[in-house]
């Protein structure tokens, strides 16, 4: 891999403080100290935790069965810890990241009194420790044992909280280390599901201009460009699976990296995920996957990022004949009926959920007015950069499907009860402005959610 990617030109710019002076004209703060990727990165972590911390350092480490197998017991001999606590959770049925199982995790490291915290896995494990690192005040380090998710870098951990995942605050990683060995051991579905989610760029990237140019939404051109130029790297690593593995392993755990720190500068997802999240994550709360063994987040998103996408292509392709009557849509969307009323069933149970996220909203005649009228003075620009991006996605996912990604529906054992209800309430499901908010606000949800139904079917 060059030293030129995104990531590691991303990393170089950072002062020592870890603050990127960016040409966005705001400072932004990264919470990393060191980055050890490569075919030896678990032998150098053992000899970095000697030179940071001494000869004996109290550590505790958390894994499951199946990630101790993978690193944690090579990595827990290797590094001579004077005192080493360690949990390992089961590999089956997989640990759920609760907010109960994480507090219970935190009360147990702070008996142990440690200098330092390790989780050595992947998402789960990654993120009950960084919320395990938050509560008890201690740093926390990162072993990565798949190439899968973009949460080791990130500052938030998904939790489970009243049936929902939800992204509350945590303590970042301040070392993260993925060995190629390691990495490239993990099962061929967990290497799908990290490109399924660097899928997801590509509608965040559409969708975060989308909000700037309508709402005035806070924009970082750097920073959303280094979350889908790493996914193209990555993308187009891919194709060398067969013949250069440690290659695509790499350029695939430094996107994922790369995203996290992008979200961790911005403090938000909002250059990783967009409404092919909200629609996974609807999935994953449901327990619409039958098949258990793809119930992978990133999977997920790769199946929803290939829903939308249809919807996505046709309706930007015929905005430029979409009317515009301010006074019309004020008068309608002001007349129309509460959302519970249309509330699909599959849908009920999640009502608390969206409950939360339309608290923030009220209805505001002025600020409606400006953003369709932003869109009319922005639809050609909106058109013009919708078109390579929607048509670099479909090639993406063209890419993905030669290699064996599962991304129909019934390959993931998602049945009809579940598969379109959460696109049909995209917008209600997270307080994040998207395409489904500015097609609602236009009048042309009908029209969008259309096209995504015709071009499932196909």
């Keep these: 891999m060059s030293t030129s990617s995104a990531l590691q030109q991303f990393l170089s710019r950072l002062g020592p403080d870890g603050v990127l002076a960016c040409t966005c004209g705001r400072n932004h703060g990264v919470q990393v100290k060191q980055v050890l990727i490569g075919e030896d990165a678990l032998r150098q972590s053992a000899s970095l935790l000697r030179r940071q911390w001494g000869q004996s350092p109290t550590i505790w480490v958390l894994s499951d069965e199946h990630t101790e197998a993978a690193a944690a017991e090579r990595w827990k001999t290797s590094v001579h810890a004077g005192r080493l606590v360690a949990r390992i959770l089961p590999g089956v049925p997989r640990p759920v990241p609760t907010l ?12 142990a009194s440690p200098d330092l915290l390790v989780g050595v896995g992947s998402g789960v494990i990654s993120d009950l420790v960084k919320k395990v690192s938050l509560d008890t005040g201690v740093p926390n380090w990162c072993i990565a044992t798949a190439p899968s998710v973009d949460a080791y ?27 190629l060995e390691v990495l490239a051991r993990a099962p061929r579905l967990l290497f799908l599901a990290g490109l399924g989610d660097l899928l997801a760029k590509y509608l965040a990237h559409l969708d975060w201009h989308l909000a700037r140019l309508v709402t005035r939404e806070t924009f970082c051109a750097p920073l959303a460009g280094l979350a889908l130029d790493s996914a193209r790297e990555a993308l187009a690593a891919a194709r060398a699976w067969q013949t250069q593995p440690l290659e695509a392993v790499r350029a695939l755990a430094e996107a994922a990296l790369a995203s996290g720190f992008a979200m961790q500068a911005v403090g938000s997802s909002r250059p ?6 909200t629609i996974a994550h609807f999935w994953e709360m449901a327990g619409a996957v039958a098949e258990e063994e793809k119930d992978l987040h990133g999977l997920l998103v790769g199946a929803a990022c290939r829903l939308v996408l249809p919807g996505y292509v046709g309706w930007y392709r015929q905005l430029g004949g979409v009317e515009v009557d301010v006074e019309a849509r004020l008068t309608a969307l002001e ?44 639809r050609d620009v909106l058109q013009g950069m919708a078109e390579p991006l929607l048509k670099e996605l ?23 009860r579940h598969g379109m209800p959460p696109v049909r309430h995209a917008r209600l499901l997270r307080n994040r402005y998207t395409t489904f908010d500015l097609a609602h606000e ?17």
Excluded: C, N
């Design 153 to 179: 870098s990130s500052t938030t951990a998904a939790l489970r909280l009243e049936g929902y995942h939800q992204a509350v605050p945590a303590r970042p990683s301040e070392v993260i280390v993925g060995d």
């Design 442 to 458: 236009l009048g042309q949800e009908d029209a969008l959610l259309g096209l995504i139904s015709r071009g499932a079917l196909e």
């Design 272 to 277: 990783a995920a967009s409404a092919e999240h």
């Design 394 to 416: 479909a090639d993406a996912i063209a890419l993905l499907e030669r290699i064996g990604f599962p991304f129909a529906l019934e390959e993931l054992g998602i049945d009809a």
């Design 335 to 378: 007349q129309a009926p509460p959302w519970h009323e249309r509330l699909e069933a599959a849908m009920v149970p999640f009502r608390h959920k969206i409950e939360g996220e339309l608290r923030g909203r009220t209805f505001d005649r002025q600020a409606l007015a400006q953003r369709l009228d932003a869109f009319a003075r922005k």
């Design 100 to 111: 109960a199982l994480a507090q219970e995790l935190a009360a147990e490291a702070r008996a």
